[in-house]
Structure formats: structure tokens, C-alpha cells
């Protein structure tokens, strides 16, 4: 049974900086498609970043290109995301995701198997 906890969340200042860690339990982590997505009060989830498996292509919403980073330690079966210069707008629960696979698009909910409880991450102004 593959599980996902993520930590890392907290109440920042604009334009500070969080590091999410979405540590997992299960076998081949490194064949894993992970992303990150995230939920704001009133809204519906969305995708933020999507890394496949061993690292070879990464891909981020318009909205934070640039200023967050998805990563993988496959020696610690755990997934990160970078979050720098952060925004009152990027308040929202922050959810890890896996496919036990590859995808050709990481951007959709639909294709991940697995969702870690989510982190809340609050930016003020």
C-alpha cells in the first residue's frame, strides 16, 4: 500500500520561501510520476508541478514558473517542491500526488493512483 505525507507547510510572508516534502511509502518510488497540486478556499484543485520518473522532465503551472522548483530524492523515496517569492494568492492546501508510472501529461488529476492529506500554506501580505 503506497502512502504520501507531506510536510513542510507553514504561514510565511510574501515573498519568503516553504519547502514541501512529500515522503512515500512503497517499492520502485523511482519509476513514480509524482506532482504537486493545490486547493484554495472556494476553489477547485489544481495542478502546480509535475516531476517524472528519475527526474528527466519536470513541468509547472503558468502561475509559478519561475518561482517554484519540483525535485526528487529516490534514495529517500521523497518529493519536494521549492516555493520561492510566494504570493498572498498561493494560500492553499498543497497535495503530493503519485502515478506508479509514466505520464505523458502530468497536469491532470485523473491519472495519479495516490494523494497524500495535503499541507497548508498560508502567504500574508
Known amino acids: 500500500q503506497v502512502q504520501l505525507v507531506e510536510s513542510g507547510g507553514g504561514l510565511v510572508q510574501a515573498g519568503g520561501s516553504l519547502r514541501l516534502s512529500c515522503a512515500a511509502s512503497g517499492r520502485a518510488f523511482s519509476s513514480w510520476t509524482m506532482g504537486w497540486f493545490r486547493q484554495a478556499p472556494g476553489k477547485e484543485r489544481e495542478f502546480v508541478a509535475g516531476?517524472?520518473?528519475?527526474?528527466?522532465?519536470?513541468t509547472y503551472a503558468d502561475s509559478v514558473q519561475g518561482r517554484y522548483s519540483i525535485s526528487r530524492d529516490d534514495a529517500k523515496n521523497t518529493a519536494y517542491l521549492q516555493m520561492n517569492s510566494l504570493k498572498p494568492e498561493d494560500t492553499a492546501v498543497y497535495f503530493c500526488?503519485?502515478?506508479?508510472?509514466?505520464?505523458?501529461?502530468?497536469?491532470?488529476?485523473?491519472?495519479?493512483?495516490?494523494w497524500g492529506q495535503g499541507t497548508q500554506v498560508t502567504v500574508s501580505s
Open positions: 500526488a503519485a502515478n506508479i508510472g509514466v505520464l505523458l501529461t502530468m497536469r491532470y488529476e485523473r491519472p495519479y493512483d495516490y
Open positions: 516531476i517524472s520518473p528519475s527526474g528527466g522532465r519536470t
